[in-house]
């Protein structure tokens, strides 16, 4: 046949009107197939074998349009119809109409996707973008890198929280799916509030790391990509930006430049300063707050950045642990000083990241430096928009310094992207135990022993907690019974019944308790979670409650200069001054007592401190109280139970600190009168 004729007779017979017709009116049913399909939970195989058909089809109507002709008495095939009896171009213009109509459905079909109402699963958050990293399994030989499993799923998520369109459930939430044969993907994504999950395993043998990945659909367990990964250890340094920037792309999220650009940059050139981190981090992210577990990260975050001084994300962490070592064991100037110089450095490194803002907001709320925290919180938030871990801290440093409602809205973000996180709900406790939400307060404590039932942390907490709630000391002995047996970190377990002993004013068994502990350092007497202390002091608290001031005297002069240090290398930290205040009220030393109290308000004065925090009223009133001072004390203890956070009238009226006022009229109508939720920002 020639060319000529054949192309006039395709366009005779209306097969191109019929090609566009078929793909026009097969794109739209494609359309509505892949949108309603999975409301009514239709499998994904469903939709691929509608959209083959439709494919499979298009030859076919090709063919059939070539071969027959719709005539008024029916099909015929095109060779049996005379020229002058078609009606070929009649039926072309009702398929110039059919096309016609199509067309507009599909304008008025994007027009409604584009720029209709968006559901919230649509949206930046939603279903169809949310994503849980499950436990990498460790198929190394050596079990002792498990470290580099569980790093590789922690980078992975690192780098999936940077990108804005996608909801990433925290690593501590996913951390009880570890074993993988008992696995039921649908009830993990219906528990975690998501729609995909990561799976993977990690072989590491000597210098090659193997790491295979898939990605599952959790509604109906199809695996929509997966990948295997072998590099050497140097190029898998990068491994976890790709693996994030093809589950975005998979899971349809738009990045920005700036979200590319970090996914494709090294977090360092170092392979061997990359391992160190990785088990700086393992050592980090354990449940249980240990200074041992705190100063093995340091250490090894310390020789990370030795090898690679421009590894940011390292130098970061490494600021991080320093401010925990600083707020829970070792509060020193020295230790902040160098945990914020990091946190610059990392910034002058990489000022958009993350993790370094988050350090330095904390070194800055730690030492009182308070006009700058919410803007680092916000940094660090705009720069790690789905990491759990950043929104739960930036609620505890919110809720540290009485600024209640920004710390609510970040709890709030913090308990989608970490539904399981125990230490979520442990801090949002103790925040709604600060605005004295006692109902809310117990649920989240509840929930926090419920999801990590052997922490000794949460569980000597909770017994602390029922003291001031309830007054009820048998309420708080039922908590520590359900300690782990043999356990006692850091001597708070001690420090914990201790304290009981005291309240219940059985003064000897407190000492008893005391002398069998057998290091010097202990935490103060406030249920073990106070820092620590030497233990001669809080022997010296002990015989001074139970009235034996000249033993109480010789063990506070025995002890003493150690606070009397710390306070001289932190001259503008009210805490150390208030420490040094406490036990010179102690030994009688009135006078000096009182200078170390005044000292403590005008640095809060001067530095626009929250004046109403429990550590600082609370402590004034005590001095101001034992040095005879009672009318600098009841207006300080007035202010704490209406301002204050976490001060509770059953301390006043169980705790032997207050027995040198306790006659005085002031102090009933003190207890007598309601407690006011306090008011803040």
Avoid at 13 to 37: D, E, G, M, P, S
Avoid at 167 to 194: C, D, F, H, P, W
Avoid at 231 to 241: I, K, V
Wanted: aromatic residues 8%; glycine residues 6%.
């Amino acid at each position: 046949m020639d060319p000529k004729n054949f192309f006039a007779e395709l366009k005779r017979r209306n097969v191109y009107k019929t090609a566009v017709a078929y793909a026009v009116v097969a794109w739209l049913l494609i359309q509505i197939t892949t949108q309603t399909f999975p409301f009514f939970e239709i499998p994904k195989w469903a939709v691929r074998l509608v959209i083959f058909l439709f494919v499979l089809g298009f030859p076919v109507a090709l063919i059939f349009a070539w071969i027959f002709e719709l005539t008024p008495e029916g099909l015929k095939r095109t060779v049996e119809v005379a020229p002058g009896a078609s009606i070929t171009r009649r039926t072309g213009r009702k398929l110039d109409f059919i096309i016609m109509a199509v067309l507009l459905a599909v304008i008025g079909l994007l027009v409604v996707t584009w720029h209709g109402p968006r559901s919230a699963e649509s949206d930046e958050g939603g279903l169809e973008k949310s994503i849980a990293v499950l436990p990498f399994e460790n198929m190394s030989e050596e079990a002792s890198n498990a470290f580099f499993a569980e790093g590789i799923q922690d980078d992975v998520l690192t780098s999936l929280a940077r990108i804005k369109e996608l909801k990433v459930i925290s690593r501590s939430s996913v951390m009880s799916y570890r074993n993988r044969a008992t696995r039921n993907l649908r009830e993990i994504g219906r528990q975690l509030g998501v729609v995909h999950i990561l799976e993977g395993s990690v072989r590491k043998t000597a210098d090659r790391v193997l790491v295979n990945v898939n990605l599952v659909d959790t509604r109906d367990s199809h695996q929509i990509w997966a990948e295997r990964y072998d590099r050497t250890l140097a190029n898998s340094l990068t491994l976890q930006g790709e693996l994030a920037g093809e589950i975005a792309n998979a899971l349809r999220a738009t990045l920005s430049p700036d979200e590319k650009a970090r996914l494709e940059t090294k977090p360092t050139e170092n392979p061997d300063a990359y391992v160190l981190y990785l088990r700086g981090r393992d050592y980090q992210l354990r449940p249980e707050l240990s200074r041992q577990n705190y100063q093995a990260a340091e250490g090894l975050y310390r020789q990370a950045v030795a090898l690679d001084p421009k590894f940011v994300l390292a130098r970061a962490r490494l600021s991080f642990i320093q401010t925990l070592l600083f707020s829970y064991f070792d509060h020193t100037a020295a230790l902040l000083i160098e945990a914020q110089r990091n946190a610059e450095e990392a910034l002058r490194q990489d000022p958009s990241s993350g993790e370094a803002h988050l350090a330095l907001a904390r070194c800055l709320s730690d030492g009182k430096k308070l006009d700058a925290v919410p803007q680092e919180l916000a940094a660090a938030i705009r720069y790690l928009p789905n990491d759990g871990f950043v929104a739960m801290v930036a609620a505890v440093i919110q809720g540290q310094n009485g600024w209640h409602q920004e710390a609510l809205a970040s709890y709030e973000r913090a308990l989608v992207l970490s539904p399981r996180e125990a230490k979520v709900f442990y801090n949002y406790h103790v925040l709604l135990e600060d605005m004295r939400n006692i109902d809310g307060s117990r649920k989240a404590s509840d929930r926090a022993l419920e999801l990590a039932p052997d922490s000794i942390f949460f569980r000597l907490n909770r017994a602390r907690a029922e003291v001031k709630w309830t007054g009820d000391i048998n309420r708080c002995k039922t908590f520590l019974a359900g300690l782990p047996a043999g356990q006692d970190p850091d001597g708070r377990v001690t420090a914990a019944h201790c304290t009981v002993a005291v309240l219940e004013r059985n003064f000897p068994e407190a000492l008893r308790l005391l002398a069998a502990y057998p290091n010097d350092s202990i935490p103060l007497l406030g249920g073990g979670l106070d820092l620590p202390a030497p233990k001669i002091v809080v022997e010296g608290f002990i015989h001074l409650y139970a009235g034996d001031l000249a033993a109480a005297y010789r063990c506070f002069d025995q002890g003493r200069w150690v606070w009397e240090v710390d306070a001289r290398d932190n001259p503008s930290d009210p805490d150390a001054h208030l420490r040094v205040g406490l036990i010179y009220a102690g030994m009688g030393w009135n006078a000096a007592a009182k200078a170390e109290a005044d000292r403590a308000s005008q640095i809060t004065a001067a530095l626009h401190l929250p004046a109403a925090s429990e550590s600082y009223l609370v402590d004034l009133a005590s001095i101001y109280g034992r040095i005879g001072e009672a009318d600098l004390a009841f207006p300080l203890l007035e202010r704490a139970l209406a301002e204050s956070i976490g001060f509770y009238p059953n301390e006043l009226r169980l705790h032997p600190q207050w027995d040198p006022i306790r006659k005085d009229p002031r102090f009933e109508k003190i207890l007598s009168q309601p407690v006011v939720t306090p008011t803040r920002r």
